[in-house]
């Protein structure tokens, strides 16, 4: 029997439990078997058909759904009106630049164009074999149900998903599969369906992230993305504050730019998405979701929000507290109260509903952990007083009991998963980049298990929503960058959970089994009494591209278990940024490197004690000499870089020549008083801070 912190969320998927991929050592699916099931066999297999496949959606999805199609023998069938744009074509470039002009090439060679006239399909379409429709045409309900009719007349059996931004799966008659911005870029997906269907798990085996929700209006994405551009606008027509300055405020207060995100999608396709998710939430919730004047005319009209070839203005200007504090409660008084309905309605999983936020809304937050942190009474607090700047909100649906919702264990895990069979803890992380968020679920999951018992335990991404795992969220570097306080208790902070991995548990396991694993993500890992990865991913140290100095112990922790023969490469790594695949660094930064299912088997062996002739490797707990020649290392970029370099350096010969008992507040104090340098603010971290918190 398997134990749970909170249900995985690629059990969701129909996809079972990470516990269960470590024992099977094998994923749930693979890509070609779930092909097969949708396409048909070799031989027979038919086509994907996405229709309005010039517009934005449609051509983004045509680009992402090709390019991991075309090895399987899958074609692509564009379908559109004549004379629409050529979206198709416009992908290109990007294309060729992420896979190479040959790869480019054959994706775009496996793409059939075709016109329809909107009433009847073209005849070629039947000796294509469609098997599965992606609808991407406008956002008007009788022209996508008439859309359906046609094909389910000619194609029976045809799989159809729409990508539709705002009616529910009940009004379509068919199931959504609403992709998530930028289209051409990002992996989620907003899945509604009855039961996991193939459809969904064919996605998740092609790499990308469908994310199961409920069939209610519009979706968390657009909730989430549309209530902050709605929020925003609210505050323009309460203050006349220009929408460049709202966007300024907003990406400090929360992260995104909605009204520039607007504009680089394509105001006149974007503003008129927006305003009918809006139109449509307003008439199912009420005034909440009204969207305003300045949106009703830009729906229509295409007009920017940011004037022709703008720049930052000359003149700007800082807000009172006073109105600092009203911006806050316009913005983040509606953000809570949507919210709350969606969690009220059980809109999906918290942690998809949190992801969204962060890997689609572009928030630096999730909305779930950001009420979590604040607390429900100051949540509360934030509403109530929006209620009196606008009391038109009131009379939509206020439901403060859902709150109660983030006090159980999917609102406390919604990074960080733990899973048990009584012996075998698996823990499991579902974000790229460590944080404070991170950190504290990591430890309450560690907790947990030894509790239980559990003595052997696995570290891993979570197969869904971390497709990698790239280091620290270096948003949470902004405050020590002034203060050296808030950067040393993230530099002791941080390592020390690092550290229960090693300490606390019998026998530990880190695993990567995705395409990168650099910096804190890294130097976490290292910490386990083990290190397996799949063959080809890539390991690296690139803060001193940042410049920061690595602060969970990575200028000292991977040489203590390393032969000093091997200390050139590490230093190297640390010096110039540059990666390694794992392949390359077994016996001196892995422990073990091979393809997927073998690395998956090798863990779970290490991991229940099963052997695998792997020796465990060491850590010297002694003072140590830490002067290291490395050759061949470019000159700096930089003076930043240059000093990084320095401290990094010092940072490792210092704390090598001390016993280990020392080396973590020795190696966090260097670390922390880096972070407050000169070097670092006027480096990558420093500019990011600036832009973000100077409004």
Request: charged share 20%.
């Amino acid at each position: 029997m398997i134990h749970v912190m909170r249900q995985s969320t690629l059990e969701t998927l129909g996809l079972g439990n990470v516990h269960d991929v470590f024992r099977r050592g094998s994923l749930p699916v693979e890509a070609g078997e779930c092909v097969e099931r949708v396409f048909g066999p070799k031989g027979a297999r038919g086509s994907l058909v996405i229709s309005g496949a010039s517009g934005i959606v449609g051509a983004g999805k045509a680009m992402q759904l090709g390019a991991r199609l075309e090895p399987y023998g899958v074609r692509v069938v564009a379908l559109d009106v004549p004379g629409a744009p050529d979206g198709i074509g416009r992908q290109y470039p990007g294309l060729s630049r992420a896979f190479g002009r040959a790869v480019a090439d054959r994706v775009m060679g496996n793409i059939v164009r075709l016109a329809y006239d909107g009433r009847r399909l073209p005849d070629e379409l039947e000796a294509l074999r469609p098997r599965f429709l992606l609808e991407a045409v406008p956002e008007l309900l009788e022209i996508k149900k008439a859309h359906y009719q046609i094909f389910r007349e000619a194609f029976p059996s045809i799989e159809i998903r729409s990508v539709t931004s705002g009616f529910p799966s009940r009004e379509l008659g068919v199931g959504i599969a609403h992709p998530a911005f930028p289209h051409e870029i990002n992996k989620v997906w907003e899945i509604v369906e009855p039961a996991p269907s193939a459809v969904t798990q064919l996605l998740w085996s092609l790499g990308l992230i469908p994310v199961p929700v409920s069939d209610h209006w519009s979706f968390v994405l657009d909730v989430l993305f549309c209530g902050v551009t709605l929020a925003g606008l609210r505050v323009h027509r309460a203050t006349n504050m220009p929408f460049w300055k709202i966007d300024k405020l907003i990406r400090r207060l929360l992260g995104p730019n909605p009204f520039r995100a607007h504009d680089v999608i394509g105001s006149k396709g974007a503003d008129f998405l927006t305003w009918s998710c809006l139109h449509h939430l307003a008439a199912a919730y009420g005034e909440l979701f009204t969207p305003t004047p300045e949106l009703v005319e830009r729906k229509g009209t295409g007009q920017p929000w940011y004037p022709p070839d703008h720049f930052r203005p000359v003149v700007d200007w800082a807000l009172s507290e006073a109105e600092a504090a009203d911006f806050r409660v316009r913005m983040l008084g509606p953000l809570f109260q949507m919210t709350c309905l969606m969690l009220d309605e059980r809109r999906g999983h918290l942690a998809h509903v949190n992801a969204i936020g962060e890997l689609c809304a572009q928030l630096r937050r999730g909305v779930l952990a950001l009420m979590r942190d604040l607390g429900g009474a100051e949540v509360i607090r934030t509403v109530e007083a929006y209620h009196l700047l606008d009391p038109a909100a009131q009379g939509t649906r206020w439901v403060p009991d859902a709150l109660a919702t983030l006090e159980g264990p999917e609102g406390r895990q919604l990074y960080v998963n733990a899973e048990h069979d009584g012996t075998v803890g698996v823990v499991t992380i579902g974000r790229e980049s460590y944080s404070w968020d991170v950190d504290r679920e990591l430890n309450r999951a560690l907790d947990w298990l030894k509790a239980a018992g559990v003595r052997r335990v696995l570290v891993s991404g979570d197969f869904h929503l971390a497709t990698q795992m790239v280091g620290a969220d270096t948003s949470e570097f902004f405050p020590a960058l002034d203060d050296a306080s808030h950067g040393l208790a993230i530099t002791s902070g941080w390592p020390t959970t690092a550290r229960r991995l090693h300490d606390e548990f019998g026998v530990s396991v880190g695993f990567v089994g995705g395409k990168r694993c650099l910096a804190g993500m890294l130097e976490l890992l290292v910490h386990c009494h083990y290190l397996v990865a799949v063959e080809g991913a890539e390991l690296g140290w690139p803060e001193v591209t940042l410049p920061v100095v690595p602060g969970m112990e990575g200028c000292h922790w991977p040489f203590r278990r390393a032969a000093r023969e091997h200390w050139p490469r590490l230093l190297r790594m640390l010096l110039t940024g540059e990666s390694v695949r794992a392949r390359d660094a077994v016996g001196w930064l892995v422990d073990a490197a091979s393809p997927l299912n073998e690395a998956l088997a090798t863990a779970w062996r290490l991991a229940s004690g099963a052997g695998t002739g792997v020796a465990r490797r060491p850590v010297a707990v002694g003072s140590m000499n830490g002067t290291v020649e490395v050759s061949d290392v470019a000159e700096a970029d930089g003076p930043g870089q240059a000093a990084a370099r320095s401290a990094i350096v010092e940072c490792m010969r210092r704390s090598c020549g001390v016993p280990l008992g020392e080396a973590l507040a020795l190696q966090a104090k260097l670390a922390a008083d880096f972070l407050a340098s000169p070097a670092c603010r006027a480096g990558r971290v420093g500019s990011e801070a600036a832009r973000t918190l100077v409004a």
